[in-house]
Protein backbone atom coordinates (compact mmCIF):
# COMPACT_ATOMS: atom_id res chain seq x y z
CA UNK A 1 0.00 0.00 0.00
CA UNK A 2 1.57 3.45 -0.65
CA UNK A 3 1.43 6.41 1.88
CA UNK A 4 -1.31 8.46 -0.51
CA UNK A 5 -3.75 5.32 -0.37
CA UNK A 6 -3.68 5.60 3.90
CA UNK A 7 -4.36 8.94 4.18
CA UNK A 8 -7.86 10.59 3.70
CA UNK A 9 -5.90 13.85 2.85
CA UNK A 10 -3.81 14.44 -0.13
CA UNK A 11 0.04 14.41 0.56
CA UNK A 12 2.13 17.60 -0.92
CA UNK A 13 3.76 17.80 -4.04
CA UNK A 14 6.44 19.13 -5.03
CA UNK A 15 5.45 22.90 -6.85
CA UNK A 16 4.76 24.04 -10.33
CA UNK A 17 5.89 26.71 -11.64
CA UNK A 18 5.27 29.67 -14.38
CA UNK A 19 8.13 31.05 -15.17
CA UNK A 20 12.20 30.80 -14.68
CA UNK A 21 12.66 33.34 -12.61
CA UNK A 22 9.95 31.74 -9.79
CA UNK A 23 11.84 28.22 -9.76
CA UNK A 24 15.28 30.02 -9.68
CA UNK A 25 14.53 31.33 -6.41
CA UNK A 26 12.71 28.11 -5.26
CA UNK A 27 15.96 26.33 -5.71
CA UNK A 28 17.92 28.73 -4.29
CA UNK A 29 16.03 29.24 -1.34
CA UNK A 30 16.18 25.70 -1.36
CA UNK A 31 20.05 24.98 -1.70
CA UNK A 32 20.78 27.70 0.86
CA UNK A 33 18.71 25.78 3.27
CA UNK A 34 20.35 22.82 2.40
CA UNK A 35 23.93 24.12 3.35
CA UNK A 36 22.43 25.44 7.01
CA UNK A 37 21.38 22.40 7.79
CA UNK A 38 24.60 20.42 6.30
CA UNK A 39 26.23 22.62 8.76
CA UNK A 40 23.45 21.34 11.71
CA UNK A 41 24.13 18.24 10.86
CA UNK A 42 28.09 18.56 11.44
CA UNK A 43 28.92 18.25 7.33
CA UNK A 44 31.40 21.10 7.20
CA UNK A 45 34.55 20.05 6.98
CA UNK A 46 37.14 23.51 6.18
CA UNK A 47 36.48 24.42 2.52
CA UNK A 48 35.57 21.31 1.91
CA UNK A 49 31.98 20.11 0.18
CA UNK A 50 29.36 21.88 -1.78
CA UNK A 51 26.21 21.45 -3.43
CA UNK A 52 25.34 22.34 -6.41
CA UNK A 53 21.48 23.01 -8.24
CA UNK A 54 20.55 23.42 -12.18
CA UNK A 55 19.68 26.43 -13.20
CA UNK A 56 16.06 26.23 -14.33
CA UNK A 57 16.41 28.25 -17.56
CA UNK A 58 20.49 27.57 -19.12
CA UNK A 59 21.38 24.13 -17.74
CA UNK A 60 24.44 24.30 -18.87
CA UNK A 61 24.75 26.55 -15.61
CA UNK A 62 24.55 25.87 -12.13
CA UNK A 63 24.51 27.56 -8.83
CA UNK A 64 26.93 26.41 -6.10
CA UNK A 65 28.55 27.72 -2.91
CA UNK A 66 31.67 30.03 -2.75
CA UNK A 67 34.69 28.03 -1.15
CA UNK A 68 36.22 29.31 2.09
CA UNK A 69 32.42 30.51 3.47
CA UNK A 70 30.72 28.30 6.23
CA UNK A 71 27.73 26.53 5.34
CA UNK A 72 25.97 27.94 7.87
CA UNK A 73 26.37 31.22 7.01
CA UNK A 74 25.59 30.98 3.17
CA UNK A 75 22.00 33.23 1.73
CA UNK A 76 20.72 32.57 -1.07
CA UNK A 77 22.76 36.14 -2.40
CA UNK A 78 25.31 34.57 -1.84
CA UNK A 79 25.02 31.94 -4.60
CA UNK A 80 27.42 31.75 -7.24
CA UNK A 81 26.74 30.83 -11.04
CA UNK A 82 28.79 28.65 -13.40
CA UNK A 83 28.54 27.28 -16.38
CA UNK A 84 30.18 23.91 -17.48
CA UNK A 85 33.05 25.91 -19.04
CA UNK A 86 34.29 26.92 -15.49
CA UNK A 87 33.06 30.68 -16.57
CA UNK A 88 31.52 32.94 -13.01
CA UNK A 89 28.32 34.44 -14.38
CA UNK A 90 26.97 35.14 -10.85
CA UNK A 91 28.90 36.31 -7.89
CA UNK A 92 31.98 37.67 -6.98
CA UNK A 93 33.59 35.04 -5.03
CA UNK A 94 35.96 31.82 -6.20
CA UNK A 95 34.66 28.56 -6.05
CA UNK A 96 35.76 25.17 -5.07
CA UNK A 97 37.86 23.40 -7.95
CA UNK A 98 36.75 19.96 -6.75
CA UNK A 99 33.33 21.42 -7.07
CA UNK A 100 33.72 22.52 -10.57
CA UNK A 101 35.51 18.60 -12.06
CA UNK A 102 32.70 16.43 -10.40
CA UNK A 103 29.42 18.64 -10.29
CA UNK A 104 30.15 20.29 -13.98
CA UNK A 105 30.56 16.69 -15.82
CA UNK A 106 27.51 15.01 -13.44
CA UNK A 107 24.98 17.94 -14.62
CA UNK A 108 26.33 17.20 -17.98
CA UNK A 109 26.32 13.52 -18.17
CA UNK A 110 22.79 13.31 -15.95
CA UNK A 111 20.00 15.77 -17.87
CA UNK A 112 17.68 14.20 -15.01
CA UNK A 113 19.35 15.66 -12.62
CA UNK A 114 18.93 18.56 -10.98
CA UNK A 115 21.16 18.50 -8.00
CA UNK A 116 24.32 16.81 -7.02
CA UNK A 117 25.14 17.02 -2.87
CA UNK A 118 28.67 16.10 -1.71
CA UNK A 119 30.99 16.70 1.72
CA UNK A 120 33.32 15.29 3.83
CA UNK A 121 30.52 13.80 6.65
CA UNK A 122 32.21 11.83 9.49
CA UNK A 123 30.53 8.50 9.00
CA UNK A 124 30.24 9.03 4.82
CA UNK A 125 34.05 9.36 5.35
CA UNK A 126 34.44 6.46 7.39
CA UNK A 127 32.37 3.94 5.59
CA UNK A 128 33.93 4.82 2.24
CA UNK A 129 37.18 4.02 3.86
CA UNK A 130 35.75 0.00 3.35
CA UNK A 131 34.87 0.74 -0.18
CA UNK A 132 31.88 -1.14 -0.17
CA UNK A 133 28.38 -0.64 -0.88
CA UNK A 134 25.75 -0.57 2.34
CA UNK A 135 23.81 -3.23 3.05
CA UNK A 136 20.28 -3.39 3.59
CA UNK A 137 20.36 -3.83 7.08
CA UNK A 138 17.71 -1.10 7.89
CA UNK A 139 14.41 -0.03 6.62
CA UNK A 140 16.13 3.55 5.99
CA UNK A 141 19.58 1.65 3.82
CA UNK A 142 16.74 0.06 1.73
CA UNK A 143 16.29 3.43 0.21
CA UNK A 144 19.13 2.97 -1.44
CA UNK A 145 19.10 -0.67 -2.48
CA UNK A 146 20.44 -1.45 -5.59
CA UNK A 147 20.52 2.33 -6.64
CA UNK A 148 24.15 3.43 -5.53
CA UNK A 149 27.48 2.02 -6.38
CA UNK A 150 31.15 2.80 -5.38
CA UNK A 151 34.31 5.00 -7.10
CA UNK A 152 37.06 2.19 -5.95
CA UNK A 153 40.18 4.86 -7.69
CA UNK A 154 40.92 7.55 -4.97
CA UNK A 155 43.43 9.60 -6.72
CA UNK A 156 43.82 13.16 -4.30
CA UNK A 157 41.59 16.02 -4.48
CA UNK A 158 39.54 16.01 -7.87
CA UNK A 159 40.70 18.87 -9.77
CA UNK A 160 40.18 17.05 -13.17
CA UNK A 161 36.86 17.18 -15.04
CA UNK A 162 38.43 13.58 -16.57
CA UNK A 163 37.88 12.54 -13.18
CA UNK A 164 34.69 13.78 -12.79
CA UNK A 165 33.85 11.96 -15.62
CA UNK A 166 34.64 8.80 -14.56
CA UNK A 167 32.73 9.30 -11.20
CA UNK A 168 29.68 9.98 -13.39
CA UNK A 169 30.39 7.24 -15.29
CA UNK A 170 30.23 4.62 -12.08
CA UNK A 171 26.72 6.96 -10.84
CA UNK A 172 25.26 6.12 -13.92
CA UNK A 173 21.52 6.21 -13.46
CA UNK A 174 21.75 5.80 -9.26
CA UNK A 175 21.03 8.40 -6.89
CA UNK A 176 24.07 7.80 -4.77
CA UNK A 177 27.89 7.27 -5.22
CA UNK A 178 30.56 5.69 -1.83
CA UNK A 179 33.88 7.83 -3.12
CA UNK A 180 36.34 5.18 -1.50
CA UNK A 181 38.81 7.11 0.77
CA UNK A 182 36.80 10.25 0.12
CA UNK A 183 33.01 10.26 1.10
CA UNK A 184 29.32 10.23 -0.17
CA UNK A 185 27.82 11.79 -3.04
CA UNK A 186 24.31 11.95 -4.07
CA UNK A 187 22.09 13.65 -6.93
CA UNK A 188 17.95 14.17 -6.97
CA UNK A 189 15.30 15.45 -9.04
CA UNK A 190 15.05 18.68 -6.97
CA UNK A 191 17.86 20.08 -4.76
CA UNK A 192 15.31 18.95 -1.41
CA UNK A 193 15.96 15.41 -2.75
CA UNK A 194 19.87 15.39 -3.44
CA UNK A 195 20.07 17.18 0.33
CA UNK A 196 18.13 14.14 1.82
CA UNK A 197 19.29 11.22 0.55
CA UNK A 198 22.77 12.48 1.52
CA UNK A 199 21.50 12.68 5.30
CA UNK A 200 20.19 9.57 5.06
CA UNK A 201 22.89 7.99 3.38
CA UNK A 202 25.68 9.62 6.50
CA UNK A 203 22.70 8.09 8.89
CA UNK A 204 22.62 5.06 7.10
CA UNK A 205 26.79 4.76 7.07
CA UNK A 206 26.19 5.42 10.63
CA UNK A 207 23.99 3.05 11.49
CA UNK A 208 25.89 0.12 9.47
CA UNK A 209 29.27 0.99 11.23
CA UNK A 210 27.87 0.97 14.69
CA UNK A 211 25.80 -2.38 14.13
CA UNK A 212 29.10 -4.22 12.61
CA UNK A 213 30.95 -3.06 15.40
CA UNK A 214 28.56 -4.74 18.25
CA UNK A 215 28.60 -7.98 16.11
CA UNK A 216 27.34 -9.42 12.70
CA UNK A 217 23.51 -7.30 11.33
CA UNK A 218 20.91 -9.35 9.71
CA UNK A 219 20.27 -8.38 6.21
CA UNK A 220 16.88 -7.92 5.11
CA UNK A 221 15.80 -10.29 2.32
CA UNK A 222 15.96 -9.00 -1.90
CA UNK A 223 12.21 -9.86 -1.88
CA UNK A 224 11.23 -6.91 1.22
CA UNK A 225 14.80 -4.81 0.71
CA UNK A 226 13.14 -4.21 -2.96
CA UNK A 227 9.77 -3.85 -1.83
CA UNK A 228 11.26 -1.25 0.83
CA UNK A 229 12.61 0.64 -1.67
CA UNK A 230 9.70 1.00 -4.09
CA UNK A 231 8.07 2.47 -0.54
CA UNK A 232 10.80 5.01 0.69
CA UNK A 233 13.22 5.18 -2.17
CA UNK A 234 11.42 7.57 -4.79
CA UNK A 235 12.26 10.64 -5.99
CA UNK A 236 8.91 11.97 -4.33
CA UNK A 237 9.93 10.47 -0.78
CA UNK A 238 13.24 11.94 -1.33
CA UNK A 239 11.49 14.92 -2.27
CA UNK A 240 8.63 15.02 0.62
CA UNK A 241 10.91 13.66 3.44
CA UNK A 242 13.03 17.14 3.46
CA UNK A 243 10.23 19.15 3.41
CA UNK A 244 9.80 19.20 7.60
CA UNK A 245 13.69 20.02 8.00
CA UNK A 246 13.51 22.97 4.91
CA UNK A 247 10.38 24.17 7.09
CA UNK A 248 12.26 24.49 11.04
CA UNK A 249 15.50 25.48 9.55
CA UNK A 250 13.08 28.62 7.68
CA UNK A 251 11.55 29.09 10.81
CA UNK A 252 14.66 29.03 13.08
CA UNK A 253 17.23 30.63 10.31
CA UNK A 254 15.50 33.53 8.03
CA UNK A 255 18.02 35.25 6.90
CA UNK A 256 19.17 32.53 4.57
CA UNK A 257 16.63 33.87 2.27
CA UNK A 258 18.32 36.76 1.64
Known sequence: M???????????????????????????????????????YGFDEGIAGHITARD??????????PIGMHFGQIRVSDL?????????LQGDKPINAAAFAIHSRLHKARPDVVAAAHSHSVYGKAWSSLGRLL???????CSFYNDH???????????????????????????????????????????????????AMDRSCQAQLMAEAAGKPVLISPEI???TYSQ???????????????????????DLLN
Open 2 to 40: SLTAMSPVELPQPPQFDNSAAERLHRQQRLAAAFRLFAR
Open 149 to 199: AVFDDYTGVVLETSEGDRIADTLSSRKAIILRNHGLLTVGHSVDEAAWWFI
Open 135 to 141: DPITQDA
Open 225 to 227: AHL
Open 80 to 88: ILVNHSGEI
Open 232 to 254: IGTHYMGWFSFQPLYDKIVAEEP
Open 56 to 65: PEFPDRFWVN
